[in-house]
Nanobody, 127 residues
């Protein structure tokens, strides 16, 4: 079993930055494919970013490409999401997710492909 705990959310002004963290329990973190998703009020959950087990492959939603960076530190069993140039439309609860599967691009953006999910952290961007 893997437990995921997100942190780093908060209130930031338009154009600001935040770095989210997702701490994972268990020594098998290195084998997990990881992803970030978000859900805004009244909207469906959407894919944000994906990273493979060693960080050598990343994949982003078009809406965050060039502004967000996903990374991981396997020694610390922690996943990160650096968010720059934040906009009000980035306001959402952000979730990290993990799976032992190797996901191809189409699968990597699907919430149901991930076996483990965190509780989420709120990000609010004020205009």
């Amino acid at each position: 079993q893997v437990q995921l705990v997100e942190s780093g959310g908060g209130l930031v002004q338009t154009g600001g930055s935040l770095r989210l963290s997702c701490a994972a329990s268990g020594r098998t973190f290195v084998w997990f494919t990881m992803g970030w998703f978000r859900q805004a009020p009244g909207k469906e959950r959407e894919f944000v970013a994906h990273i493979n087990w060693n960080g050598g492959s990343t994949y982003y939603a078009d809406s965050v490409k060039g502004r967000f960076t996903i990374s991981r530190d396997n020694a610390k069993t922690t996943l990160y999401l650096q968010m720059n140039s934040l906009q009000p439309e980035d306001t959402a609860v952000y979730y990290c997710a993990a799976t032992r599967q190797i996901l191809h691009l189409m699968s990597a953006s699907q919430w149901f492909e991930y076996d483990y999910r965190g509780q989420g952290t709120q990000v609010t961007v004020s205009s």
